[in-house]
C-alpha cells in the first residue's frame, strides 16, 4: 500500500506534503481541523500529520502573514550583509517582530536556512518566492509593496529572476544532450553492457558521499523486490551548495534520461524527484520537462516503442528540512512522515521507498550518468584522478568577485580555483558546506578529489577582514536547527555547542570552554546516529586546530558567570511590570 | 564465512549469536550489560539515546540496531566509552526538567539509575529549563513531559504491544516532544488505559500511573535493592503477533 497517496491518483495533491502545503498557503497556517481532515483523506492517524506539519519549517500551526517572508541566514546570502542587518531593517519599516504575524495578518517576517541564492547576494523568500539581490533600496521597495498590498503577480518581474553565471565549464557543462541519445545506445546495447559502462567508468556520487554509483546500482538491481524505484536527490540543502539550481533549469532533460537509464538497469517502472521546498520556482519548468519527454516517447509506457520498457516520474516538493537530503530521511518523506533517518544496515538499495530496492542519486550523478552512457566510460574516465573520475561542478560564493558556477577536472588544486574566482586575501575557505572542511592558506594547494578534499559542491570563500567566530557561530545555529531530534548527542549536543560558541563570542568563555568544545564535537561526531551528526561539529574541530585564535582570543582570563545575572532577571521584571532602575543589578 | 563460528568478541568475552541478532541481543543473551535507555527487549529496536554505543574496529556503532556479524571485534566497557556515555547521560538530564529528590519515580527511575552506574557527580552542562506541557486530562495517567528523554519506548509499546497507536513524537531538534494521537492531542481523549504496556514501559517519571504515589517507600524501590545493570539483563516483553 502506498500510504504517501490517497485514494484519487489524479487528484493534484496526492502527496501529504502537497496537500499540507496548499492548506498553508490558502490559510496561512494549517489547523488542528485541517489536520484531521488530511488524516481521513490520506487514511493516516492523526498524529502522523501532526508530527509532519511540526518537522517540517514551511509548516505552522499559527497563521503566518499574507505576505510570509523568509531571510536567508547563509553566511553567502544571508541578511547580515556586510555592516547591515537587512532583517532588521525590514521589520523596522514594516513594524513587526521576527517571528510574529502582525497582528493584522499582513505580514510575519522570519529566518530560514540557505535558500541556495549564494551567488545572487542577499536574498529572501516572499510566499515561498525567491527575491535576490537585496539592499536597503529594494527592502524599502519591498515594504511599500506589502504596505499597499501589491499582489507578488505584480511585483518587478526582475526582483525574481535568478540569473545562473557560469564561469568554468568542463565535462558536463560543455555536453549538448540530444533528448533520447543516451537511451538510445543503451537499449541498443541492453540493460547489462550499460551497466558495465557505468561501471568501468569509476562514476562516483556527486552528493558528497561518494559511494560507487556502478556498484550502486548492481546491488540494488540484484536486491529482490516487488518493484524497484529511483529517486533524484534533488534536496541540496548545505549551505553554499547551488549546482542543482542551474543544473535543474538548464539540465532537466539530461538529469531525466539519466533517470531513466537507471530505470532501465534496476527495472523500475516509478522514479521520484524530490525537490528541496525552496526550489518550488522551479516547479513548472520541471514539469514542461517531463511532459515534453512523454510526448516525444521517452517516458511512460513502450519508451522509444520498447514493448517492456516502461517509467515514469512524479515531482515531490520538501518544505524546508535539511535532514531530508540524508537519503533514508528523503525515504521517509517521500512516504509521507517526518525526515528521520532510517537505521540502516538494510540500506536502500535493498530497502528503501515502501521496503522496496531503491537508488537514491544526486543531480549531477544522473546527468553524468547519462552522458557517460551516449559516449562511453572512456569519455569520463580519462579525465581527474584515480579515485576520482571525471570533473566535479562547484557552487562558489562568499568573499570574491566572480561567485558562481565552476566545473573542474578533479584533481584541481584550491589556489587555482581561488585565482579565477577573484578571491584576494583569503583567510579560510569552507569546502563541502558547514558540514565539510575548514581550509586555512597554508593548505590551499590541497586538491578537489574524494582522496583529499571532497564536496558535494559548497565552496564558500572567507577573506582576512571576516570574523571566523561569527561563521562558526552561524554553521552551529544551522546544525542545532536542522537536527532532526532524533538522536541525543545530536539533538542536545548540536544545541550546547551552539550555546557555548555563543557564550564565547559574548565575552562570557573561559579557558575551560576550549576543552569542553572539543569533547563536545568528539562526542556529537562519533556517537550520533547519521551524517548530519557525525559532521556537525567538524567545523568546530578544524577551527580550533587550524585557527585556534578565533576561540581563544575572546576568552576571559578570570572567573565570568556564564549568563548575565541582569539579563537572567528579564522575566521576573516583564512578570512584574517593572523596569526601573531599582530592578536592575547595579554592576549590570 | 563457514570458517568463521558465529561467535562475536565483546571486550575479553567471546560469544555465540544467531543470524538475525543484533549486537545487543547476542550481549544480552549472554549476560553482557551493554548500557541502554532506549532498548527493550521484545519491542523493535530505535537507536534514539545511543548510550549503547560500541565499538568495532574504527566504526562506532549501536549496539541494538547492528547486526552481529561473525568474527567481530567490540569494545564495550572501556573508559572512554563509559565517559561518552555519562556525557550523554548529563545531556539527558539539562534537557528536560529533572527534579528526582522529588519526583514520584525516583528509586525506580531508569535515567537516576543509568547516572548511578555511570558515576555522574553533577549536570556538567547549564540547564536548559524548556517549557514543555503537562497532560493532566487522563483520569487515570498523568503525562510530564518535563521528564521525557524521547526514547520513543511508550510509542513502540503502544504501536506494537497494545496495538493502539496512542502516542507519536514531533517536532525537530529540542522541539522534538511527545504527541498523543487523539483528536484533542489529551490523553483523557486516546483509547490509553493503565494496563497498557505504554502506560508501564516509560523509563522515567513522564508517564505516571496516578493515585499510587509512594507505595513503595523510597529505600525499597527497585534501583535500591538493585542496579540497572542487574535489572536489564531480566527484561523482556512478549509482543503480540496476530500477523
Ligand atoms: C545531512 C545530510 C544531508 C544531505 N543532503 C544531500 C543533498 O542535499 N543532496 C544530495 O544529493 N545528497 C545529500 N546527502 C547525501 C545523501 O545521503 C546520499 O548519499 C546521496 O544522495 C547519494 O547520491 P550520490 O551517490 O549520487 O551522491 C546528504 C547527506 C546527509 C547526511
Ligand atoms: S544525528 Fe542528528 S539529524 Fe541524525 S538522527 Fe541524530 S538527531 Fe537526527
Ligand atoms: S514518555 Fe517516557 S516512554 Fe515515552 S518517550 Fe518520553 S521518556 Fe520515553
Ligand atoms: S539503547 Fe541503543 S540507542 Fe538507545
Ligand atoms: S527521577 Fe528520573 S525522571 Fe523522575
Known amino acids: 500500500m502506498d500510504i504517501s497517496r490517497p485514494h484519487h491518483p489524479a487528484s493534484p495533491h496526492r502527496h501529504i506534503l502537497h496537500r499540507l502545503h496548499a492548506l498553508q498557503q490558502q490559510f496561512r497556517h494549517i489547523s488542528p481541523h485541517a489536520m484531521q481532515q488530511a488524516a481521513a483523506e490520506f487514511n493516516i492517524p492523526l498524529s502522523q500529520v501532526a508530527a509532519v506539519v511540526a518537522f517540517y519549517s514551511f509548516f505552522s500551526t499559527q497563521p503566518r502573514g499574507r505576505f510570509d517572508i523568509l531571510f536567508s541566514n547563509c553566511t553567502s546570502c544571508g541578511y547580515l550583509s556586510g555592516e547591515q542587518d537587512l532583517m532588521r531593517m525590514l521589520c523596522q519599516l514594516l513594524q513587526v517582530t521576527p517571528g510574529k504575524t502582525r497582528a493584522d495578518g499582513l505580514i510575519s517576517i522570519d529566518e530560514t536556512s540557505c535558500i541556495g541564492m549564494c551567488d545572487q547576494g542577499a536574498s529572501l523568500l516572499v510566499n515561498g518566492l525567491p527575491v535576490i539581490g537585496l539592499n536597503a533600496e529594494k527592502l524599502a521597495q519591498i515594504a511599500q509593496r506589502i504596505t499597499t498590498e501589491s499582489p507578488l503577480a505584480d511585483w518587478p518581474a526582475e526582483w525574481f529572476a535568478v540569473h545562473d553565471r557560469v564561469y568554468q565549464r568542463d565535462l558536463l557543462l560543455m555536453e549538448q544532450h540530444a533528448p533520447g541519445s543516451a537511451l538510445q545506445t543503451a537499449l541498443a546495447q541492453g540493460a547489462d553492457r550499460t551497466l558495465a559502462v557505468i561501471q568501468q567508468s569509476g562514476l562516483r556520487g556527486r552528493g558528497g558521499a561518494g559511494f560507487d554509483t556502478g556498484k550502486k546500482w548492481q546491488l540494488c538491481r540484484a536486491a529482490p523486490g516487488s518493484a524497484h524505484y529511483v529517486v533524484c536527490n534533488a534536496d541540496e540543502g548545505e549551505p553554499g551548495t547551488f549546482k542543482d539550481r542551474l543544473l535543474l533549469r538548464d539540465h532537466a532533460d539530461a538529469m531525466i534520461e539519466g533517470m531513466t537509464l537507471c530505470a532501465l538497469v534496476i527495472g523500475a517502472k516509478q522514479g521520484f524527484v524530490y525537490l528541496r521546498g525552496e526550489y518550488r520556482y522551479l516547479l513548472p519548468h520541471l514539469h514542461a520537462a517531463l511532459d515534453q519527454r512523454r510526448s516525444q516517447g521517452l517516458l511512460g509506457q513502450h519508451i522509444l516503442g520498447y514493448e517492456n520498457f516502461e517509467f515514469d516520474i512524479d515531482i515531490v516538493v520538501g518544505a524546508g528540512a535539511y535532514i531530508c537530503g540524508e537519503e533514508s530521511a528523503l525515504i521517509e518523506s517521500l512516504e509521507g512522515k517526518p525526515g528521520i533517518p532510517r537505521i540502516r544496515p538494510p540500506f536502500p538499495v535493498t530497502h528503501g521507498y515502501l521496503g522496496q530496492p531503491t537508488i537514491v542519486n544526486n543531480v549531477e550523478t544522473f546527468i553524468a550518468a547519462a552522458h557517460i552512457a551516449a559516449h562511453g566510460s572512456a569519455w569520463f574516465n580519462s579525465i581527474g584522478t584515480e579515485q576520482s573520475r571525471g570533473a566535479k561542478i562547484l557552487s562558489i560564493s562568499g568573499d570574491c568577485e566572480k561567485p558562481g558556477i565552476y566545473e573542474y577536472p578533479f584533481g584541481v588544486r584550491i589556489q587555482q580555483i581561488l585565482d579565477d574566482c577573484g578571491a584576494r586575501d583569503v583567510q579560510a575557505v569552507q569546502i563541502g558546506g558547514p558540514a565539510g572542511k575548514l581550509l586555512g592558506a597554508a593548505e590551499f594547494n590541497r586538491t578537489i578529489s574524494f582522496e583529499d578534499v571532497s564536496t558535494g559542491g559548497s565552496f ?43 557564550k564565547i563570542a559574548a565575552g562570557r568563555g573561559t579557558t575551560h570552554d576550549i576543552e569542553a568544545l572539543k569533547q563536545l564535537s568528539h562526542l556529537i561526531q562519533h556517537q550520533s546516529h547519521c551524517g548530519l551528526g557525525h559532521t556537525a561539529a567538524h567545523h568546530v574541530l578544524d577551527g580550533l586546530q587550524q585557527f585556534p585564535q578565533t576561540f581563544s582570543a575572546p576568552l576571559q582570563p578570570h572567573f565570568t558567570a556564564q549568563f548575565d545575572l541582569d539579563q537572567a532577571l528579564e522575566s521576573a521584571r516583564q512578570a512584574a511590570h517593572r523596569d526601573d532602575a531599582a530592578a536592575h543589578l547595579d554592576n549590570g | 564465512m563457514s570458517d568463521h563460528p558465529s561467535t562475536i568478541r565483546i571486550d575479553d568475552q567471546e560469544i555465540p549469536f544467531t543470524a538475525g541478532q543484533t549486537i545487543m541481543d547476542a550481549a544480552l543473551a549472554a549476560g553482557i550489560y551493554i548500557p541502554h535507555l532506549c532498548h527493550y527487549p521484545g519491542l523493535p529496536p530505535s537507536g534514539n539515546c545511543r548510550l549503547c554505543v560500541v565499538e568495532t574496529g574504527n566504526r562506532s556503532a549501536a549496539a541494538c540496531i547492528t547486526p552481529a556479524i561473525a568474527g567481530q571485534e567490540i569494545r564495550n566497557n572501556t573508559p572512554e566509552l563509559n565517559e561518552a556515555r555519562k556525557a550523554i547521560t548529563q545531556m539527558l538530564f539539562v534537557e528536560g526538567n529533572h527534579i528526582c529528590p522529588s519526583c514520584e519515580k525516583t528509586g525506580n527511575c531508569k535515567l537516576q539509575a543509568m547516572a548511578y552506574h555511570l558515576g555522574m557527580l553533577d549536570d556538567h552542562f547549564p540547564q536548559f529549563y524548556q517549557r514543555r506541557e503537562l497532560d493532566a486530562s487522563h483520569p487515570k495517567i498523568l503525562l510530564d513531559r518535563s521528564r521525557c528523554i524521547l526514547c520513543d519506548l511508550c510509542v513502540r509499546a503502544s504501536r506494537d504491544v497494545d496495538q493502539k497507536n496512542v502516542f507519536a513524537i514531533a517536532g525537530r531538534g529540542t522541539d522534538a516532544h511527545l504527541i498523543v494521537n487523539s483528536p484533542s492531542g489529551k490523553l483523557a481523549d486516546s483509547t490509553m488505559a493503565v494496563t497498557d504496556l505504554a502506560a508501564n514501559i516509560c523509563p522515567v517519571g513522564a508517564i505516571l500511573i496516578k493515585e499510587q504515589g509512594y507505595q513503595v517507600p523510597i529505600g525499597q524501590r527497585i534501583y535500591d535493592r538493585q542496579t540497572i545493570r542487574e535489572t536489564s539483563l531480566q527484561e523482556h516483553v512478549e509482543p503480540k503477533n496476530d500477523d
Open chain 1, 460 to 502: 564558500l570563500v572567507f577573506v582576512q577582514q571576516r570574523d571566523l567566530l561569527a561563521i562558526h557561530r552561524n554553521f552551529a545555529h544551522f546544525f542545532a536547527h536542522e537536527s532532526c531530534g532524533f538522536c541525543t548527542p545530536c539533538r542536545i549536543g548540536t544545541q550546547l555547542l551552539k550555546n557555548n560558541l555563543d
